[in-house]
């Protein structure tokens, strides 16, 4: 078996190509049976960090071989598995381009994250840490046609994006994963002793919308704690279009249990949003309320998730608990009701029942899992021009709460993006000239692609959590052009439909978004000696945190 160990810091020794060579990692060489075309156009150097990359345009794999180690191993352009057996293990494994040929195996807390896949994978040992998974991303699933995927477990994590909505669900004929249209996107066979059924999804990862311990739930006898209401129990509902309240039986009640992540940002960690007393109204909520981040609250005929109305002060995520049950109900159809005196949501099942463990008697619940635009009892409000009007009412309201968290110091913020370039060889560029929107940059002779590096902030952080964008935003690049040998060269390949990593869609045609740390490939023009001019438009950017710019001096310290 060959082992070929990525390590947080470590030579990459090889030749241009070989096979039944060494990789010297640390000292050590490593036996292995992989060629490395043209290696040059990548690097891996002493001291670099687990978020470097090793970049290399192909791959292609012989023999039996194991990727481990914590670091990150990045293939630009085609991965080729010809091995009789290719374990991605404890490490991350990005594949940029197409991965075609035999099975895949990822196993004990590996990470596989491919543009478009054409090779049967199987999820193999589960990772140690219990909050780890092993985890398949496709960004280009309309590409890669039918997968087959095996061996499926509640530790297994999959992930299908191309940069829009995606909402995922079981098909109803057999194992299969079909996205919003019906596509079928894969086949699916489960670990021993599960099936389709404990599985689900919502959008194209899985959330959880709950109560915590303690919630008082109103019920035609008076209030009630969430965790003793059971199948049958009435709840009272409000038919806000008729202003009217009805009684509605319990069809399900389901109890889970969470662990903060604290690695994460705020509104995916896992933390608990505590809403204070009186917070929204005299008496609303007339105690604390504990729910996640995700649940909804009820404004003006709209449903709005808690985590956009965070405001750090009568609104805030407790950190003081870092581990918690969370419970929910379902009614027959989606509904308001109410807890502690809050108008909120009712369960509605898009796909993540199975996170639960149903309390009470046992019923079997089956059918296509739900959506907001079809089956939601309310409309989402999500849009800024909805959400910040409350945000700004509940923040003025704040102060006044007693007991409110003292507002924090307003974190800083900056325009500069600290755009600059990373070479496939390693070498920074920054700018040789900034006039407006427009950067130039001098390319060294041998530049294949670039990495474009700057400052990333996310919209939710830097403008207010009433934005209902959590995506990392760097630049907004539009035209680039490659001046060499008196010519002028067009590259458009992040403005293609399938985009190189680090890319985002956005509203623009003409331009798309960065997340900080985008390549961008650049053909062989720059050979034989060659040296260039490479121009860029940046439509936009920022404002960013400053305290990300540690995002940027990381970035820049791994090339």
């Known amino acids: 078996m060959t082992t070929i160990t990525v390590n947080t810091s470590g030579n990459w020794g090889v030749p241009n190509t070989y096979d039944n060579d060494d990789v010297i990692l640390d000292g050590t060489a490593y036996p292995i049976t992989v060629n490395v075309e043209a290696y040059n156009y990548g690097s891996w150097t002493e001291g670099d960090t687990s978020n470097s990359n090793f970049h290399s345009p192909t791959m292609t794999v012989e023999g039996d071989v194991t990727i481990t180690g914590d670091g990150y191993l990045y293939i630009n352009s085609t991965v080729t598995n010809n091995a009789s057996s290719f374990t991605v293990e404890s490490t991350n494994f990005a594949v940029n381009g197409t991965l075609t040929g035999n099975t895949v195996t990822i196993a004990n807390g590996g990470t596989l994250s491919v543009g478009t896949l054409k090779a049967p994978i199987t999820f193999g040992a589960s990772p140690s840490d219990s909050s780890a998974s092993n985890t398949l991303i496709v960004n280009n699933y309309a590409s890669s046609g039918t997968l087959t995927i095996n061996n499926l477990s509640p530790r297994d994590q999959i992930v299908f994006s ?29 670990a021993d002793g599960y099936t389709k059924d404990d599985y689900s999804f919502n959008g194209d990862t899985v959330t959880v919308t709950c109560f915590l311990a303690g919630s008082m739930i109103r019920t035609p006898e008076g209030e009630k704690a969430v965790e003793d209401i059971r199948l049958g129990d009435e709840v009272v509902t409000f038919d806000w279009q008729q202003n009217t309240h ?107 029942r199975s996170t639960f463990r149903q309390l009470g008697k046992v019923v079997a619940l089956r059918g296509k899992a739900k959506s907001w635009a079809c089956d939601a009892g309310a409309p989402l409000g999500v849009e800024r021009s909805f959400v910040e009007p409350l945000f700004r009412v509940l923040n003025v309201r704040a102060d006044k709460i007693s007991g409110h968290a003292p507002r924090a110091k307003k974190a800083e913020t900056t325009t500069d993006p600290d755009l600059h370039l990373i070479t496939n060889t390693g070498a920074i560029v920054r700018p040789l000239r900034k006039e407006t929107q427009q950067y130039s940059f001098m390319l060294p002779s041998g530049t294949q692609f670039v990495r474009v590096v700057s400052r990333a902030s996310r919209p939710a952080d830097v403008v207010g959590p009433f934005v209902n964008d959590r995506r990392n935003m760097g630049v907004a690049v539009a035209d680039v052009c490659l001046f060499c040998a008196r010519q002028a060269h067009d590259i458009t390949a992040h403005l293609q439909a399938e985009k190189p990593a680090g890319w985002h869609n956005a509203d623009w045609a003409d331009c798309a978004w960065t997340n900080g740390d985008a390549v961008l490939p650049l053909g062989d023009y720059l050979t034989n000696g060659k040296m260039g001019i490479l121009s860029m438009t940046i439509r936009a950017a920022g404002p960013y945190l400053v305290e990300d710019q540690k995002v940027s001096e990381i970035n820049t310290q791994s090339a």
């Open 162 to 190: 191309n940069g829009e909505t995606t909402s995922l669900s079981w098909s109803g004929n057999g194992n299969e994963i079909v996205d919003q249209n019906g596509t079928v996107l894969a086949n699916v066979t489960f």
């Open 246 to 352: 009805v009684a509605a039986p319990v069809v399900w009640a389901g109890k889970a249990h969470a662990n903060v992540r604290a690695d994460l940002a705020d509104d995916e960690a896992g933390w608990p949003v505590r809403i204070l007393e009186n917070a929204i109204a005299p008496g609303v909520p007339y105690k604390d309320m504990l729910i996640t981040a995700e649940h909804c609250l009820f404004f003006n005929g709209k449903l709005v998730p808690a985590r956009m109305l965070v405001n750090g002060v009568s609104i805030f995520y407790d950190k003081s608990i870092t581990s918690y049950d969370y419970y929910h109900i379902e009614t027959e159809q989606h509904s308001v009701i109410t807890a502690d005196g809050v108008q909120t949501e009712s369960y509605l099942d898009t796909g993540n």
